[in-house]
């Protein structure tokens, strides 16, 4: 069972999950949202899927969003390494508890494809396609260098993309001396589970499940310039599951 103290954590999760629909809902902290009003009425349609979860997929979705805990990181690091030391009894029932939850939460939301911008160059508007872009570090990078078009990898962890672009990958780049960096990109058609209307951060989040599979596209040594790193390979992914 779940400490005391874990689950009063947990009770966080869901006030802060509720209180960020309410806001988008057109309330405030202060003030629940008018059903009858023009905001409530066009944002509630978009909002349903996660105002309708249970109240432990709420504080899933809330521990996975959150950096304080770093949750998101232990669960993955369980998911991914076969090596990982054995885990003290209530940290292991605690990413026991979000891993179900965090699953039977996105099998609820329905899967997006990344929103377009209008771009005003000169006067001129282009409308710019979405793209889902991953930042990578360490490891993973000597994993990516090592594919020849064609390979198959399979992403046993719950895998975060942004539809926002250059600003937020830079965020979870490393601009240290001899940092290994690359970025991922998914390729056209592509579609994540969208939990960035209720996460703590504005990073336009999407997440693959674990153990989606994706085969390599096409590779550039510099396909992607980052303010923060540089010139950095560019992985371009087809997701095949």
Partial sequence: MLSGKVKERLKGYILKHDGRINRALGGSPFKPADPSSKTYQQALPRLQQYIDLSADEKAALGMYGENVHQYYKQLNDKLRSSNQSELDPESAEVLEFM?????????????????????????????????????????????????????????LGFASYTDQGGPTLDMFLSNKKDAQNAVIQLAEGSSLKNISPITEYHEGEHLAMPGTRYRLQSQNPTGHYSRKAGDLPLYILEVID
């Fill in 99 to 155: 891993e179900s939850n965090l699953r039977t939460a996105l099998e609820k939301i329905q899967s997006q494809s990344p929103q377009g911008h209008t771009r005003v160059t000169n006067g001129q508007e282009t409308q710019v396609p979405g793209r889902f872009t991953r930042a990578v570090t360490g490891d993973f990078v000597d994993q990516l260098s090592r594919l020849k078009l064609g390979d198959e990898i399979n992403d």
